[in-house]
């Protein structure tokens, strides 16, 4: 990169700094959209186009008036600035406009302020994308359709098109941009996909769950724009979760927390587990098998497994199950913020906010309700 190119690199960067700091949502409106994708590439920015292919060749015509979702790596914001054509000024009629979300959902490229899919598995995405011979990166085909019906199940949810439940009335359904199911349906074809007819957000969440690609059930709580859906799925969730055997009698105030790998550290350890015996009514804790551990970083949202000092994965490492009358996320935050200040800033355990997600995380231990993926879907 000459001089001249830092130069307008810093100049973006600085122009796009206070809508990253808003956190409101990133997008980008390009002039020449197919020469951004192949700079991004240049500048070795990892990322892929998330939806509709075929379409795509009209869009970045200016064919058909649509945006263009990416999915890009944490931490590549100076390379995409870099990776804008130098000659960018016109109307916005003459553009392309972009959607960015990182695999973190950190630095302002975020979905209402979350990660658009779970960091895990969004880096799975990037990880497994495939080139596309007319010109980007795209989702590689095992994961294409279960990644799209994620983003209609949980996106764009009653605007997708779908009612609620099978039992539901039309009623139910928001007017959608869209043929959303139709379109669902053509791509599957595509694709090779045998996916069965999906009526209602209930029953994509279904699939998505047979597929491993359901979301994790300490999510839903917390996404933005809580609606009826969000808590229709809870309920149904936390009643799916009630329903197995080995999670029914627990004791209320159980509590289960689980340590990362930067935790590994016999005096972190330690810190950990004398902190908890000090409150707690009793401490149990286990060494995570292989499979445990898989299971946990796929399906339990644990803040962000990714989320170490330098963004590479930290897995679970110690499952810790104790009685917190009352207290628990006070505790939880004070053991971060001793360990923090002691050995440098980290997450260094997750632990579980009520009974339905200690049921949960439970659950995931010992049950083959929540499916890994196939081999080559793991993340």
């Not at 810093?10 to 409106?29: E, Q, V």
């Not at 990644?147 to 098109?161: D, E, F, I, P």
């Not at 009974?355 to 081999?375: F, G």
Request: hydrophobic share 40%.
């Amino acid at each position: 990169m000459n001089l001249f190119q830092q130069l307008l690199t810093r100049y973006r960067l600085m122009r796009w700094r206070k809508k990253l700091k808003a956190d409101r949502g990133f997008n980008l409106r390009v002039r020449n959209p197919s020469q951004f994708l192949q700079n991004l590439d240049a500048q070795g920015v990892k990322y892929v186009v998330l939806r509709w292919y075929d379409e795509l060749p009209q869009v970045l015509d200016r064919r058909v008036a649509d945006d263009v979702d990416l999915l890009v790596e944490h931490g590549s914001l100076a390379r995409i600035a870099a990776a804008v054509p130098f000659f960018n000024l016109g109307k916005k009629a003459d553009k392309v406009k972009f959607d960015l979300y990182s695999d973190s959902g950190r630095n302002g490229l975020s979905y209402r302020r979350m990660p658009y899919y779970p960091p895990i598995r969004a880096r799975h995405l990037l990880d497994t994308r495939v080139a596309d011979p007319r010109g980007w990166y795209r989702i590689a085909p095992h994961a294409y359709i279960p990644a799209l019906v994620y983003h209609l199940t949980y996106h764009k949810r009653q605007s997708s098109g779908l009612r609620l439940s099978p039992e539901s009335s039309d009623a139910s359904r928001l007017k959608a941009k869209k043929d959303y199911p139709a379109l669902l349906q053509a791509e599957a074809r595509k694709e090779g996909v045998a996916l069965p007819p999906l009526s209602s957000l209930l029953e994509a969440h279904q699939w998505l769950q047979s597929q491993a690609w359901s979301m994790p059930f300490d999510l839903i709580k917390r996404w933005p724009d809580q609606d009826v859906w969000l808590d229709e799925l809870y309920r149904y969730e936390a009643a799916q979760i009630d329903s197995i055997a080995n999670t029914a009698a627990l004791d209320d105030d159980l509590v289960v927390l689980v340590t990362r790998q930067e935790s590994r550290d016999p005096e972190c350890e330690s810190y950990i587990l004398e902190a908890l015996a000090q409150h707690a009514g009793s401490v149990e804790h286990i060494e995570l098998a292989e499979q445990q551990t898989q299971r946990l970083l796929w399906w339990a949202r644990g803040g962000n497994w990714l989320a170490s000092k330098h963004y590479t994965l930290s897995a679970p490492a110690l499952l810790i199950k104790c009685r917190l009358p009352e207290g628990a996320a006070a505790l939880k935050e004070t053991i971060r913020k001793q360990l923090s200040q002691r050995h440098g800033k980290q997450n260094w355990l997750h632990g579980t906010d009520d009974l339905n997600e200690t049921r949960y995380y439970l659950t995931l231990l010992d049950s083959q309700a929540y499916p890994l993926p196939a081999p080559h879907g793991r993340p």
